[in-house]
């Protein structure tokens, strides 16, 4: 009855008195700089990024010789707290929500943490089997991913309330709603997950949705289907992705064609199973905490400047969004890290030393085959080693010689999104309802359904 009564007030209570010059301020500066730094895409050093990145790239240049080094004191940090909130259950933790989330996990994520201690400590010393700690398993991960995600997240995580706590979310979600909505069946608001996708990480929209759903944004179904589907790789890493694999010629061709490919899945995955069978219902420890929805009498930019102002006027001072943000930071750097190096290093290790993926992949040779696509059997494990990482398709492809088939694999590689050693890390520790069956399921749907999309578009358009 709580609960519902907050939904009430919420929704139907219109913030006339909380429209002050003040209060407009309050939403507009605050906005305008969380604009430019996730959304607004800027020429830096001769690759397109967004301010976060570059002040994570900035940082992570600064502190690259001991950055690994210390991530590895904040992994092993990280699993000496969790064994005393578990077994000593101190009062400093206990008493803290934050503190308590954080530190007393349940034993399969403790377990977790310690293996990505323990993997971290192996790649910095160089002890133990060689195929956790050489360069392309626990070395990938702790030198390449490990320093990668902790710069961004310090910086996304700081700054992330510019986004979420001032009304632009609102704003934006008000002003979209007839467009996502019938197309995509979701909030308008979920735009700016997708744009804080496409210009900085797709790393950074999953942390947006995880957040938006926490706090009564998101229903369990369309938490489930932005994070999925929504979490589009940034146009930096497409750079990269086209570069590496020898078609950086073709990057205007390529990166449309996985922008088409991507769209149409957005539109058909959240239409079928499993997505499409997760529940409508709030987070039940907040509520519903959104409305989109445009009174009679109102224009649509008179609501949203309307809910926009109401959301920042709610903001009792720095002090408060600092924190969130502070905390958003200890909560990647002590909970996801230790994850990314236990998950990913295994990831890597079953890509790189056996042959399961070469396995599996084997149903696909005759599709690829009946595609016209040159070299099938090398090409066809490059499909399915993506859920591992999103760069291994291209390590994998980097020697057909086809350029049609490397352009395939390339392009498929960033419109699969669900893998292992980000993502989809980051989606089972978060609250949002994906299980790993979840993920798999929905790995193969956007594979099946982009790879002819991406196949027809090459072979009549591109070769």
Request: proline share 5%; aromatic share 12%.
């Amino acid at each position: 009855m709580e609960l519902e009564k907050k939904e009430f007030l919420i929704s139907e209570v219109e913030p006339k008195e909380k429209i002050t010059t003040m209060n407009k301020l309050k939403f507009i500066v605050p906005s305008l700089l969380g604009l430019f730094l996730f959304l607004i895409p800027i020429n830096y050093g001769g690759k397109w990024t967004i301010g976060v990145g570059i002040l994570a790239e900035s940082a992570q240049g600064l502190t690259a010789d001991y950055l690994p080094g210390f991530m590895v004191g904040v992994l092993v940090l990280s699993v000496l707290l969790t064994l005393v909130a578990r077994f000593a259950e101190p009062r400093w933790v206990m008493n803290s929500d934050f503190l308590k989330g954080l530190f007393h996990v349940s034993g399969f994520w403790l377990v977790m943490r310690i293996a990505g201690a323990i993997f971290a400590v192996m790649v910095i010393l160089k002890v133990g089997p060689t195929f956790i700690w050489n360069d392309f398993t626990g070395g990938t991960v702790l030198y390449e991913l490990v320093p990668v995600l902790t710069m961004w997240f310090l910086f996304a995580g700081l700054l992330m309330p510019l986004l979420l706590e001032f009304g632009l979310m609102d704003f934006i979600g008000t002003s979209l709603r007839n467009i996502m909505r019938p197309l995509f069946r979701l909030p308008g608001r979920s735009s700016i997950d997708a744009v804080a996708s496409w210009m900085g990480s797709g790393t950074v929209g999953v942390l947006i949705t995880t957040k938006q759903y926490e706090e009564g944004y998101y229903t369990k179904r369309e938490a489930a289907v932005i994070a999925t589907n929504f979490s589009v790789a940034s146009i930096a890493f497409s750079l990269v992705v086209i570069s590496f694999i020898g078609l950086d010629h073709m990057f205007v061709q390529f990166y449309v064609t996985v922008m088409v490919a991507g769209l149409i899945a957005a539109i058909i995955c959240p239409r079928i199973p499993p997505l499409s069978r997760k529940q409508d219902t709030y987070y039940e420890e907040v509520g519903k905490q959104i409305s989109e929805d445009v009174p009679k009498g109102k224009t649509s930019r008179q609501w949203a400047l309307e809910r926009a102002v109401a959301k920042a006027s709610q903001v009792k001072g720095v002090s408060v969004v600092a924190r969130k943000g502070f905390q958003n930071v200890l909560d990647i750097w002590f909970g996801l890290i230790p994850l990314v190096m236990a998950l990913g290093t295994v990831a890597l290790v079953i890509a790189e030393y056996t042959s399961i993926f070469v396995y599996m992949s084997y149903p696909f040779v005759p599709i690829l085959e009946l595609m016209r696509i040159p070299e099938a059997q090398a090409a066809a494990p490059a499909l399915l080693v993506g859920f591992a990482d999103m760069f291994l398709p291209a390590v994998v492809g980097s020697g057909i010689e086809s350029e049609l088939t490397r352009f395939v694999i390339a392009a498929v590689s960033l419109t699969q999104l669900v893998y292992m050693s980000e993502i989809g890390i980051l989606l089972l520790r978060s609250k949002i309802p994906l299980s790993f069956l979840d993920l798999v399921i929905v790995f193969f749907q956007r594979t099946i359904i982009t790879l002819p999309i991406i196949v027809l578009m090459a072979h009549l358009l591109f070769f």
